[in-house]
């Protein structure tokens, strides 16, 4: 089981990526397998876990972070 420590900064991340894309959540919904598998796939990467959980909470990490799974999730819906 994932600890709570990687959970937190994925789930802020998701949660404010989600929040800005709001007027898409019909497409997010629909695509939430495939969502879901690239988010896991990025994750797979080095550079990209770093982003997402392995930074520190800086203002510049956070931004870094929520841009990341931002750009994930309009990858896929789009």
């Given at each position: 089981?994932?600890?709570?420590?990687?959970?937190?900064?994925?789930?802020?991340?998701?949660?404010?990526?989600?929040?800005?894309?709001s007027?898409?959540?019909?497409?997010?919904?629909?695509?939430?397998?495939?969502?879901?598998?690239?988010?896991?796939?990025a994750?797979?990467?080095?550079?990209?876990?770093?982003?997402?959980?392995?930074?520190?909470?800086?203002?510049?990490?956070?931004?870094?972070?929520?841009?990341?799974?931002?750009?994930?999730?309009?990858?896929?819906?789009e």
């Amino acid at each position: 089981m994932a600890s709570a420590a990687y959970l937190e900064p994925l789930y802020d991340a998701v949660m404010v990526a989600f929040d800005k894309l709001s007027e898409r959540h019909a497409d997010i919904t629909n695509a939430r397998a495939r969502v879901t598998e690239a988010i896991e796939t990025a994750l797979a990467d080095a550079d990209a876990y770093s982003v997402i959980v392995g930074r520190p909470n800086t203002a510049e990490a956070i931004r870094d972070r929520i841009n990341r799974i931002y750009d994930i999730i309009v990858s896929v819906i789009e």
